[in-house]
């Protein structure tokens, strides 16, 4: 068997495992010494492709589609800085605990460490932000070296899938010549098997004591709060209305819960409270005997500080399988167990709980009172809190909306009300960067589903290379881009009061003309100045094919002084009814 058949039938029976195990997106970053890897997988009927030409952005694009299709995706590249490149990203999915199964190609080992070109150190070249790392054995084609292909195949599907989701690496070194022969007979192997390695997984549910256990900390207690913060699982939202329902508390939802939006019950959902506990004094008033969170910590800092100042109250974390995610370092029981059944368990077994009614009607007063000043604006001009309340409210059912970080994030969660559409909402809250933003809500688009992408202009100039798969696919994505020239939330912060480097340091305003950069890329852009524009050209780009630009241009210094004036204006309202 000469070398390249044996590197065909080694490649293949690699990738047909990968689709018995249910991958069925790779992104590829061109490259020489990935061949093996890259013929094979456009070869494979049950496998679709994406070909992204700078590393970052294809990262991030297979970010994008783990994230939106909840499934691992598989990433190919050369050896050398292009697989350096990939790291953003992975470090990304690693903290949001995304799928992805990393495949690097490399030199042989006999050129490494020699001075060959384009050979770098790539083994365990992410570290720790990968959940496992295997060096692939030099391509054999022995029946036992293509069962440990397979094998190797099907365990990383699993890895990546198990506990918290992640990314896991694999590197294969390739010896040329590096073609392929795809007219072999039974190139794939058997192909009519299952996969080599099936797995079956349960969840995790507490034990009736240890329910029971809980229940009996609850008991003596009279004001708790349920808490839900960034998580990915739709039916979570029902669970956890249903649980705030019965035991007639109120939830507090971060955007990115899903809890915000959907046709379950929504009576109980405080959305503004990132508005209301910014005042300290109202914070102190709103002491609470115990909090039950769900999924990550919320994106709001004054709900980090309403937790710190509130340390006796006892506090419990409901992650599905594991993990520490409790930034603000209060005493916290962790509860390992699904989110759905825990809900469903302390519903049926808490008859004895009864809360203070009186606590969750205080929290939806000062909500309304709150809303009331939120979406109270008699500006014809857009301020960025109201392109956000314009966007949801032309924003299409059934559809996804991808949201950057810095402020783009935060004022989906000051602004985005509760609403019966069917919307999930994606962010890169994992390490919180602003780069490749571009390329992830292309990722999200690329599964088909309607897609918005709502960022900042340092945001879209970071990934404006990512725009070139939307011209290479077609795809349809809707940017909403609010450009304040430069870093607007550094506005917010005491960096501001430093007139001599603010600009130059953390203003960093770039001065480009955006249209000129989508139109590069055969996109549609339009200006948007008034309220009654934004929505016609948002309506107006949900009907079109291909990528269209929505840019709404602000000012920093008038964007915070619009901002305080609200959460001035909750403070004093809130304030007053408390005397």
Same mark, same amino acid.
């Given at each position: 068997?000469?070398?390249?058949?044996?590197?065909?039938? $080694?490649?293949?029976?690699?990738?047909?495992?990968?689709?018995?195990? %249910?991958?069925?997106?790779?992104? @590829?970053?061109?490259?020489?010494?990935?061949?093996?890897?890259?013929?094979?997988?456009?070869?494979?009927?049950?496998?679709?492709?994406?070909?992204?030409?700078?590393?970052?952005?294809?990262?991030?694009?297979?970010?994008?589609?783990?994230?939106?299709?909840?499934?691992?995706?598989?990433?190919?590249?050369?050896?050398?800085?292009?697989?350096?490149? &990939?790291?953003?990203?992975?470090?990304?999915?690693?903290?949001?605990?995304?799928?992805? @199964? *990393?495949?690097?190609? /490399?030199?042989?080992?006999?050129?490494?460490?020699?001075?060959?070109?384009?050979?770098?150190?790539?083994?365990?070249? $992410?570290?720790? $932000?990968?959940?496992?790392?295997?060096?692939?054995?030099?391509?054999?084609?022995?029946?036992?070296?293509?069962?440990?292909?397979?094998?190797? =195949?099907?365990?990383?599907?699993?890895?990546?899938?198990?506990?918290?989701?992640?990314?896991?690496?694999?590197?294969?070194?390739?010896? !040329?010549?590096?073609?392929?022969?795809?007219?072999?007979?039974?190139?794939?192997?058997?192909?009519?098997?299952?996969?080599?390695?099936?797995?079956?997984?349960?969840?995790?549910?507490?034990?009736?004591?240890?329910?029971?256990?809980?229940?009996?900390?609850?008991?003596?207690? +009279?004001?708790?709060?349920?808490?839900?913060?960034?998580?990915?699982?739709?039916?979570?939202?029902?669970?956890?209305?249903?649980?705030?329902?019965?035991?007639?508390?109120?939830?507090?939802? /971060?955007?990115?819960?899903?809890?915000?939006?959907?046709?379950?019950?929504?009576?109980?959902?405080?959305?503004?409270?990132?508005?209301?506990?910014?005042?300290?004094?109202?914070?102190?008033?709103?002491?609470?005997?115990?909090?039950?969170?769900?999924?990550?910590?919320? *994106?709001?800092?004054? $709900?980090?500080?309403?937790?710190?100042?509130?340390?006796?109250?006892?506090?419990?974390? *409901? !992650?599905?399988?594991?993990?520490?995610?409790?930034?603000?370092?209060?005493?916290?029981?962790?509860?390992?167990?699904?989110?759905?059944?825990?809900?469903?368990?302390?519903?049926?077994?808490? =008859?004895?709980?009864?809360?203070?009614?009186?606590?969750?009607?205080?929290?939806?007063?000062?909500?309304?009172?709150?809303?009331?000043?939120?979406?109270? #604006?008699?500006?014809? !001009?857009?301020?960025?809190? !109201?392109?956000?309340?314009?966007?949801?409210?032309?924003?299409?059912?059934?559809?996804?909306? &991808? *949201?950057?970080?810095?402020?783009?994030?935060?004022?989906?969660?000051?602004?985005?009300?509760?609403? +019966?559409?069917?919307?999930?909402?994606?962010?890169?809250?994992?390490?919180?960067?602003?780069?490749?933003?571009?390329?992830?809500?292309? %990722?999200?688009?690329?599964?088909?589903?309607?897609?918005?992408?709502?960022? #900042?202009?340092?945001?879209?100039?970071?990934?404006?290379?990512?725009?070139?798969?939307?011209?290479?696919?077609?795809?349809?994505?809707?940017?909403?881009?609010?450009?304040?020239?430069?870093?607007?939330?550094?506005?917010?912060?005491?960096?501001?009061?430093?007139?001599?480097?603010?600009?130059?340091?953390?203003?960093?305003?770039?001065?480009?003309?955006?249209?000129?950069?989508?139109?590069?890329?055969?996109?549609?852009?339009?200006?948007?100045?008034?309220?009654?524009?934004?929505?016609?050209?948002?309506?107006?780009? &949900?009907?079109?094919? #291909?990528?269209?630009?929505?840019?709404?241009?602000?000012?920093?210094?008038?964007?915070?002084?619009?901002?305080?004036?609200?959460?001035?204006?909750?403070?004093?309202?809130?304030?007053?009814?408390?005397?």
């Amino acid at each position: 068997m000469n070398h390249t058949e044996v590197l065909t039938r $080694y490649t293949a029976n690699f990738v047909d495992e990968l689709t018995k195990n %249910g991958i069925t997106d790779t992104v @590829i970053s061109p490259g020489s010494r990935s061949t093996p890897l890259a013929l094979t997988i456009a070869e494979h009927e049950q496998m679709k492709e994406w070909i992204i030409l700078d590393e970052r952005s294809a990262a991030f694009f297979a970010l994008g589609v783990a994230k939106a299709t909840k499934r691992p995706v598989a990433l190919v590249c050369t050896s050398g800085t292009a697989a350096a490149n &990939y790291f953003p990203a992975i470090v990304e999915a690693h903290y949001s605990r995304v799928p992805l @199964i *990393v495949l690097t190609a /490399d030199r042989p080992h006999e050129l490494r460490d020699v001075g060959a070109p384009q050979a770098i150190e790539q083994i365990k070249l $992410y570290g720790d $932000y990968v959940k496992s790392f295997n060096e692939m054995a030099l391509p054999e084609a022995t029946p036992e070296m293509l069962g440990y292909v397979r094998s190797k =195949a099907a365990r990383s599907v699993y890895k990546a899938k198990e506990g918290n989701p992640g990314p896991v690496h694999l590197n294969f070194p390739f010896r !040329e010549p590096l073609h392929t022969d795809f007219s072999l007979e039974n190139v794939w192997g058997d192909q009519n098997g299952g996969s080599y390695n099936p797995t079956f997984a349960g969840v995790k549910r507490l034990p009736e004591d240890d329910v029971n256990q809980l229940l009996e900390k609850f008991q003596s207690k +009279e004001r708790g709060l349920i808490v839900c913060g960034p998580q990915v699982d739709a039916n979570v939202a029902k669970a956890i209305s249903k649980l705030a329902a019965s035991w007639r508390l109120p939830v507090l939802a /971060d955007p990115l819960s899903q809890v915000r939006a959907g046709e379950h019950d929504k009576t109980h959902v405080i959305e503004g409270y990132d508005a209301i506990l910014r005042s300290e004094a109202i914070r102190a008033s709103l002491q609470p005997d115990f909090i039950l969170r769900f999924g990550a910590m919320p *994106v709001s800092k004054p $709900y980090r500080f309403y937790v710190q100042e509130h340390m006796d109250a006892m506090q419990f974390v *409901v !992650e599905n399988d594991a993990g520490y995610r409790e930034p603000a370092g209060n005493a916290t029981e962790f509860i390992f167990a699904d989110s759905i059944l825990l809900c469903e368990d302390l519903i049926t077994k808490s =008859a004895s709980v009864n809360f203070e009614t009186n606590w969750l009607k205080t929290w939806q007063e000062i909500n309304n009172v709150a809303k009331k000043h939120l979406l109270d #604006g008699t500006e014809s !001009e857009i301020t960025e809190g !109201e392109a956000v309340s314009e966007m949801m409210e032309v924003i299409p059912d059934n559809s996804s909306l &991808y *949201v950057g970080n810095s402020m783009a994030i935060r004022d989906v969660d000051t602004f985005f009300m509760t609403t +019966e559409k069917d919307i999930s909402i994606l962010a890169n809250r994992g390490a919180n960067g602003i780069d490749g933003m571009i390329s992830s809500g292309l %990722g999200a688009a690329a599964t088909g589903k309607q897609t918005t992408l709502l960022l #900042g202009d340092l945001s879209f100039f970071h990934d404006m290379n990512g725009l070139l798969a939307a011209k290479h696919y077609k795809l349809n994505l809707t940017i909403l881009v609010i450009n304040n020239n430069g870093g607007g939330i550094f506005s917010f912060l005491g960096q501001a009061n430093d007139q001599k480097h603010f600009e130059a340091l953390f203003g960093t305003p770039v001065d480009i003309d955006l249209g000129q950069a989508v139109a590069m890329y055969g996109g549609s852009h339009t200006v948007a100045r008034h309220k009654s524009e934004l929505k016609e050209a948002l309506s107006a780009s &949900y009907k079109e094919q #291909g990528l269209s630009v929505v840019e709404v241009q602000t000012e920093r210094t008038a964007n915070v002084d619009w901002h305080r004036e609200k959460w001035q204006a909750i403070e004093q309202e809130l304030l007053a009814k408390g005397e």
